[in-house]
Each structure stands twice: as structure tokens, then as C-alpha cells.
């Protein structure tokens, strides 16, 4: 600039404006930190009731928040043009250009850097289940997201990892019982959101999305499979609470029948709510604001800790 100032040629300096934190926590996504609180799921479920073990569950659930945020960051960089054209996520920062992107891409490393040394001061095998997470992350920006079915069985899987990561994290061995019932209540809560995103293309009469595999027509099969999956992780915790596991881990095993209603009341229903338009996006995010699911969360824990 100086060397272009003294031949004399009339410049115009424009500063960048600097990126309030607000635009930074909207395109890191805190509010989905809540997401990784699966990490606490052992804890309870393994009474693995310990400072240490607690702080290694803090670790493991700040670890998978910042990984996660590196991947919002390289999944909106990746999705850029598509999310200018998308009713909603046009008003992302870096779709409206709020973020330059050579920031987003700095942000992305530090935070990748930051979260796997969070990992590896709780355990190595967590730092390799988070890399693990953030391959198959990864590999879901860039490509998996875009196959029909295959995207909802690989976040089913992704939330799985969590309550994976929080097992290693303390370390206990994660039950099989506990890795199914997740594989199957999240694969009906991430076809609940691919419900509600459909829903609302059909109702603002846009077309198909050309990055993703579904079609309006989906609709109805996107809803039936949402359901089924949501009735199928009720029978495996039915199922679980019925197994000589349960009778080793608790002292009133019997009193955990009571989940299984509180729990098919909170899928049904999220499920009816879909189809009413009344969930805007993530059906967790919503669950989140949502009181009646406040309460069903609150009810679920409180039961567990009886029975304990």
C-alpha cells in the first residue's frame, strides 16, 4: 500500500469491518452444544458417579463441541452457493458474507487443534474416537449427506459416537443395549428433520432440492420410517429393562417401565408435530424450547435416578 502511496496514485483504504461474536456463535452453532451432552449418558447409565469420571465427561463434551463447530464452519464453506439459494439458511453468516472466508477456514483449524488436545488430556481412545467422528463428519459434508437414507443412518450414527466417546472418555465398556436404542431413536429424529424440511419446500412450492436425494413425494415414506423408528428404540428399551443387565445395575429395575411411556408420548408426538408444520428444523433444537419435552426429559432422569 505504502510503495502504490508514494508513485503518487490516489488510493482508497476500506477497512474490514470486524465480525461481531454474535455473527461468530450463529456460524459456530453453540446452540447445538446441547447435542453433545450424549457424552453424560454413560455417567448415568454406568453410576459412574466421580469427580474424575465427571471431568473426563467435561472434556469429552467440550472436545465434540468444538470438533463439531469445525464442521459447521466447513460445511457451510462446502455448501455455500446452495445456501444462497435455500429459503432459510440464505441468512447464514457466510452465505451473507458477514464472515470472510479465509477467517472461517483459520477458525476451523484452531478449533480443530483445541478439541483434539481437550481429548487426549481426558484419554488416547477418545482422541481416536473423535477423529473418527469428525472422518465420518467429514465424509457427510462432502458426500454421504447427499444419499437418500444413507444421510439419516450416518447422524444416527454420528449422535451414537457421542455416547460412544463419553464411554471411553470415563472409560466403561458403552452396553449394546444402549448403542442400539441410540442408532434407533436418532435415525427417527433425523428423518423427523428431513420430514420437516421437506414440509416446507412443499408448502413455499419450491423445488426439489438439488442437493439432497429426496423428493416431495417422499413425504409420506419419510414420515411412516420416522415413526417405526421412534416405536422400534421404545421396544428396545422395553427389551433392555426385561435383560439380567438391568436387574445387575439397578435396585428397583422395575420402576424404569415407566420410561417407555413418557418416551413414546415424546416421539408420537414430535412425530404429529412434524406433520403440522409446527417444528421449524432440528426436531433437538426444538425439543430444546419446547416445554412439554422439557418436562418428558425431566420426568426420564428422574425415573432413572429412582430406579438407581
Known amino acids: 500500500m505504502r510503495k502504490i502511496q508514494r508513485l503518487g496514485v490516489a488510493v482508497e483504504s476500506i477497512d474490514s469491518p470486524r465480525t461481531p461474536p454474535r455473527v461468530w456463535l450463529k456460524a459456530l452453532r453453540t446452540h447445538q452444544y446441547v447435542k453433545n451432552v450424549l457424552v453424560f449418558v454413560p455417567l448415568l447409565t454406568a453410576h459412574a458417579y466421580t469427580a474424575h469420571f465427571a471431568f473426563n465427561a467435561v472434556l469429552a463434551f467440550i472436545a465434540f463441541s468444538l470438533c463439531a463447530s469445525s464442521v459447521y464452519l466447513l460445511n457451510d464453506l462446502v455448501d455455500l452457493d446452495a445456501d444462497r439459494r435455500h429459503p432459510t439458511k440464505k441468512n447464514r453468516p457466510f452465505a451473507r458474507g458477514m464472515i470472510p472466508l479465509s477467517h472461517g477456514v483459520i477458525a476451523i483449524l484452531l478449533l480443530l487443534i483445541l478439541s483434539f488436545s481437550c481429548a487426549g488430556a481426558a484419554s488416547f481412545m477418545l482422541s481416536g474416537v473423535l477423529a473418527a467422528y469428525f472422518a465420518l463428519t467429514l465424509a457427510y459434508s462432502l458426500s454421504l449427506k447427499r444419499k437418500l437414507i444413507v444421510d439419516v443412518v450416518v447422524l444416527a450414527m454420528l449422535y451414537t459416537t457421542r455416547v460412544i466417546a463419553g464411554a471411553v472418555a470415563l472409560p466403561v465398556v458403552p452396553s449394546e443395549w444402549l448403542l442400539a436404542f441410540s442408532m434407533f ?32 413425494a417422499d413425504l409420506p415414506i419419510v414420515g411412516a420410517l420416522a415413526a417405526a423408528s421412534g416405536l422400534n428404540a421404545v421396544t428396545i428399551f422395553a427389551l433392555y429393562i426385561s435383560s439380567s443387565t438391568v436387574r445387575e445395575l439397578y435396585r428397583h429395575p422395575g420402576i424404569l417401565w415407566l420410561v417407555c ?11 404429529v408435530l412434524a406433520h403440522r408444520r409446527a417444528i421449524d428444523n432440528d426436531p433437538i433444537v426444538f425439543a430444546l424450547h419446547d416445554r412439554n419435552s422439557r418436562v418428558c426429559g425431566v420426568l426420564m432422569i428422574l425415573i432413572v435416578l429412582i430406579a438407581s
Open 261 to 271: 411411556p413418557v418416551l413414546l408420548y415424546w416421539l408420537a408426538r414430535i412425530v
Open 185 to 216: 431413536i436418532f435415525t427417527s429424529l433425523a428423518l423427523v428433520k428431513r420430514y420437516v424440511e421437506l414440509a416446507m419446500r412443499i408448502d413455499m412450492e419450491l423445488l426439489d432440492p438439488g442437493n439432497r436425494n429426496y423428493r416431495s
